[in-house]
């Protein structure tokens, strides 16, 4: 394949989910369809252009005269494992066309935490039936997010394996050019890459691979200053997935480089080193809701809103989104000019469908899946200000462009406070997740959100200061509340390792 002017033929396809074991609620085929479930054509209509892996890739197939199929793109919310028929269902068209076509190269982007009902390590089982159609020498490169748990099967499966570099993650179509130009230059001969892979017992990186303030900072100077090394193509750091009761948890470093290189394993172990030997050096402060609310009671305007993340109840990491321990706590302290948001209550957000915008309604919302994590079930009245269809569309960094859908929303005003039901679980990524319903975070006092890192992407700007809680929810990070089975032991924070 050596020649310049050859046209290379690439198989592509974008397979993404985050698993919590803990979820009781079974990821299937709807829960993509809220997502998106696209055909080929259809994804790269709606995400071609945009902030994404798939954006980067044809990028790069541009520039070199690929010519790429693209068959599939498919993602369901952060939730439980992946049943059996959807997986086979969403695998099934990359598995078609990998069987009827001649292709010089493939690449996937995956997420790297999904867990499926047979399989533990859904990107690997992937990757294995690629590997039975293939053969073992075809060139294949993956993306990953990196809160992936990546597996010693992916590294062996895949060459190329490239992670996004950010969190908040914004660098997504910078990542989908990266894996398609190491995999270009793999197909034409001039590379032979492997991915060497180094991992630390931990359930996660300190921080969770947080890269806007912090040691993450430094450990990605390193990795770019390691890629400027001859035979050095990629090194991708992946604080992992906690949430995940499998045996191959945790932080990893990839190394993608010229097969033999012996500087490779030795570049991991230092990055995997500095994660080991700082895995106590929290940047948060975790506040309990009361703590939480407390703040909020006494915070004066003028600088900006004061944001609340309820880190334990966020739904990009698979939490159900409908805890209520933070909202019953700013209810309790007489917290208003605020919003809160967003409550999954589908059952809340149909009865309020039924409602008139201005009347007073009386209902219970919240808390209905596992009252023990995050509180139960709120009986409040309230008056509407919002119903109706949960399309939005991002404006923001991670979101801008993209499409989402929280499916029948409604906005409900409790003691002051605009609480934003919705139907379908979104983490808190874009400021038009609130405006697209009459709530405009910057004129507001306080601003309680449901998300992890994410949202200081968008919130960050209007903050007067951010604040975060641990309301006991399903991603407490109290790890030791959580039943802990298949994951190796010992293994940091749940066992004391010297």
């Known amino acids: 394949m050596g020649g310049a002017t050859v046209t290379l033929r690439i198989l592509t396809a974008e397979i993404s989910h985050e698993t919590n074991?803990?979820?009781i609620r079974p990821t299937d085929l709807q829960d993509f369809r809220n997502r998106f479930l696209l055909d080929g054509a259809?994804?790269?209509?709606?995400?071609?252009?945009?902030?994404?892996?798939?954006?980067?890739?044809?990028?790069?197939g541009r520039r070199h005269g690929w010519d790429v199929t693209h068959v599939i793109s498919a993602a369901a919310g952060p939730g439980g494992r992946v049943t059996d028929d959807a997986f086979d269902h969403i695998c099934a068209p990359l598995m078609q066309a990998a069987e009827t076509g001649a292709w010089d190269g493939i690449l996937l982007m995956l997420h790297g935490a999904m867990v499926t009902a047979s399989f533990e390590d859904g990107e690997g089982e992937i990757l294995r039936r690629v590997r039975a159609i293939t053969g073992p020498d075809l060139p294949v490169s993956v993306t990953l997010d990196p809160h992936a748990n990546v597996s010693t099967a992916m590294c062996a499966l895949a060459q190329i394996l490239v992670s996004y570099t950010t969190y908040p993650h914004v660098d997504f179509r910078?990542?989908?050019?990266r894996a398609a130009e190491v995999l270009n230059r793999t197909i034409r001969g001039e590379i032979q890459p492997q991915t060497l892979r180094v991992h630390r017992p931990m359930l996660e990186e300190a921080n969770g691979g947080r890269t806007d303030i912090g040691p993450m900072i430094e450990r990605h100077a390193m990795a770019r200053a390691f890629e400027a090394r001859a035979g050095v193509y990629a090194v991708s750091i992946n604080g992992a997935f906690p949430n995940a009761d499998i045996a191959e948890v945790g932080p990893t470093v990839l190394v993608t480089a010229e097969i033999g290189l012996t500087q490779a394993q030795d570049i991991g172990e230092e990055i995997a080193d500095d994660i080991w030997q700082r895995r106590d050096e929290r940047l948060n402060t975790y506040l309990d809701v009361a703590e939480a609310a407390e703040v909020a009671r006494v915070w004066k305007t003028g600088s900006g809103p004061l944001i609340i993340a309820d880190y334990a109840d966020n739904p990009g990491a698979g939490a159900y989104g409908d805890a209520t321990a933070l909202l019953n706590a700013l209810l309790k302290a007489d917290v208003s000019d605020a919003c809160f948001g967003p409550l999954v209550d589908p059952q809340a957000a149909m009865i309020l469908q039924s409602q008139t915008v201005g009347s007073t309604v009386t209902l219970a919302i919240g808390g209905r899946t596992a009252p023990e994590f995050g509180g139960g079930p709120l009986?409040?009245?309230?008056?509407?200000?919002?119903r109706g269809n949960g399309d939005v569309t991002g404006s923001g960094p991670i979101l801008g462009g993209l499409h989402r859908s929280f499916g029948a929303t409604a906005v409900l005003n409790v003691q002051g406070i605009d609480i934003l039901i919705v139907s379908i679980a979104h983490q808190m990524l874009d400021l038009r997740q609130f405006e697209t319903f009459g709530i405009m975070p910057a004129d507001y006092r306080v601003v309680a959100l449901k998300s992890m890192q994410h949202f200081r992407a968008a919130f960050a700007p209007i903050a007067g200061r951010i604040i975060v809680c641990d309301s006991g929810a399903l991603c407490t990070m109290d790890y030791a509340k959580?039943?802990?089975v298949n994951v190796p032991r010992p293994m940091h924070p749940l066992d004391q390792i010297d």
């Open 174 to 177: 910078a990542t989908g050019r």
């Open 42 to 60: 259809s994804a790269v209509a709606a995400r071609g252009a945009a902030n994404t892996e798939l954006a980067g890739v044809l990028d790069t």
């Open 21 to 23: 074991t803990f979820n």
């Open 379 to 386: 009986n409040v009245t309230g008056t509407l200000k919002w």
């Open 482 to 484: 959580m039943p802990y």
